[in-house]
C-alpha cells in the first residue's frame, strides 16, 4: 500500500507515539504572531522555561495589529519583541518589514516541502500550498513546540479532492475553494487533511494555491495541502540554489514527498469546475456560498481587499484590472492592504496602487487589520463589508457587521457598483 | 483522577465558533480573568442571556462543531474562569478540542442521537452532570430524570488530565 503525502511526513517526523493513535512529530518550523504568543511567552517564563528548542527555526511577525492603536496592543508587541531578543530570534519582523504571516513567511522562503510547521494561528494551513504539514494550534501546543520543538497530533486522515475541468475566465481560486467549502460544509474535513489534486491545482501558480489551502480550516481540515512539483521548486529557486545542482534535483528530492498512486485516501471527491461561476458567501458560516449573480442588489458599505487569503500581488493585480477607469460608489469605503512590503513595493512599481488610489480606494500599510475587526476597518453594527478575507462570522469585522466573502475581482466590481456584483472580467452565463 | 460535576448550561446550536466563545476583540487581553465577562457575549441563541446564564453553570451541553474557527485557547480559558471546566457535544473543531485537553478540561464527545435524547429530557430542567473519567461514564440527573451514559476518551487525553496539562509531560518526556 502506497503512503500519502502527510504520512510520509509523518513517518519522516515521527518522534514518539505515547499512546497508539497520537504521533509526536518534530517540527522544522514554529511560527509566531503577537496575538496567541504573548500568553506562551508569559506562561513558559511563570514555569521557569523561558527557553527556545532552536531559534533559527522560530520566525516571529508583528501583523495582526499594526501600528499597535492602543497600550494593550502595544505591549503584545513589546512581550514579543523582547523575547526574539532574549532568545536570539534573528527572524523577528517588526513594523517596516512586517507583514501578513502567511504571505510573509512564504516570501521569505521559510516554507520547504515536507516540513512540520505550527503557529497558533488557525490558518497556517495555508503552507501546505508548498507540500508541507502546517496546522494551526492553541497557546499550549505553541508553547510545547517553542520549548521542546514537538508537537502531538492523531494520524490525520486525507480527503483527496481533485479538481477538474476548464476555468472560465474571470473565476479564480478563491471561487473554487468557496464552492468546495460548500460542498463539505464546515466540519466536512475535521480532523483530515485535504489533499487538492488534479489538472487545475497543477496549473495554479503558488499564490493561487495559498488561497486554496488557506480556507482548508473552513471545512474543518487540519491542514490543506498540494503536492510539491515544478512550480513549487520555481518559487523556491532563489532560497536553495545553494543546495542543488539545478531544478531538476531540487524536484527529484521533493517528489519523494508525493503521494504515491496507490495510496489510501479516507474519502475522495472530484470537483469540474467547468461550470462554476463567481462566489459569494451571505450568512454567517463560510459554507454558506451562493453564486454572486443571485446576491445582485445587496447594499455594501465596505470593501476590503487584503489579508492571507488575498493579499498578495496576484490579487491587488486582478482587482485593479477591474477599477482601472473607474470611481467606486460614493457609499463605499474601500481600503486595500497589500500583505507585506514586498507586495506594497511591487504594486506600487506596477502602478497598481496608483490605480486603487485613483478609483478612490484607501491604501494601508501590511496587517491583518480589518480582517478581524481589531483595528483598520472595523465596522459599526448593521454595516455590511464585501472582503475578500476567509472568515464571515458574526461580528467578525465588528459587532453587528456582516461579512460577504468573495474574490478580489468581484469585491472591485462592488466597490463600483456599491452593491455585490459580478466583476467585468467573468462573460459568464 | 480529578472530579468534574455541576450544573449544565444548554447550548442548543451547532457551529458554535471562538468568536462567539471570545470576540476577537478582547484578544489583546493578557491576563485570563480579564476575559471573565465576555464569554458568548456574541452568541445569538433564542433565549439565551449570558448576563445571567452561564453563572453557576460549569459544564455545558452542546451539539456539533463546537469551537470552530480561530486557534485562539482563549476560547477555552473563558469557559476556565467562568468555573465551566467540561463541554459534552456531538463533536468538536480539532484544534478547539486539543486546547481543551492541553488545558486539563475535558471535552467529550457523544453521539448525535445521544446528544438529541439528552437535550429532549433535560434541556428545559435544571440539569447536573457528574463525570468519572477513569470509568468513562456520566450521570446527567435532574428533578425527574436520571440518566448515565457512556463515552470514550483517549489514554493520551487521560494522561494530558491527570498531569495537568501538555507542556509539564512534554517538557518530562522529550
Ligand atoms: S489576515 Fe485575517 S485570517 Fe489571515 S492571519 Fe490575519 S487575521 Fe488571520
Redesign the pocket.
Known sequence: MGKTIAEKIFETHLVDEPFGDVSVLRLDRVFC?E?TTPTAIQDLAARGKDRVFDPDKIKVVI??VSPAKDSKTALQGKILREWAGRNGIKDFFDIGRNG????LFPEKGFVRPGFTIIMG???TC?HGAFGAFAAGVGTTDLEVGILKGVCAFKKPETYKIEIIGTLRKGVFAKDIILKIIQELTVNGATNRVIEFRGKIVDEMNMDQRMTLC?MAVEAGATCGICLPDMTTVDYLWEFIKDQYHDKKEAFNAFAGFRSDDDADYAETKTIDVSKLEPLTTYGYRPDNVKPVSEMKGTKIDQVYI????N?RLEDLRIAAKVLEGHIISDHVRGIVSP?TPKIYVEAMEEGILKIFMDSGFCVTNP???A??G?SNGVLAAGEVAAST???NFNGRMGKGGMVHLMSPATAAASAIKGEISNSSLFIGN | MKEFKGNVLFLDRSDINTDEIIP?RYLTEIEKIALKPHLLEDLKIHGFDPKKDIEANSMIVTRANFGCG?SREHAPWALEVNGIQVVIAESFARIFRQNMFNCGMPAIELPENEINEIFNIFSNDKTHISLDIEKGQMTLQSEHQTRTTDFSISEFDKALIQTGGWVEYADQHY
Open positions: 504572531h496575538i501583523d495582526h501578513v504571516c502567511h504571505v494561528d488557525s490558518h495555508t488557506n487584503g489579508s492571507c487569503t493579499g500583505a496587517t491583518c487589520g480582517c478581524l481589531m478575507t476567509n472568515r | 476577537a480561530s
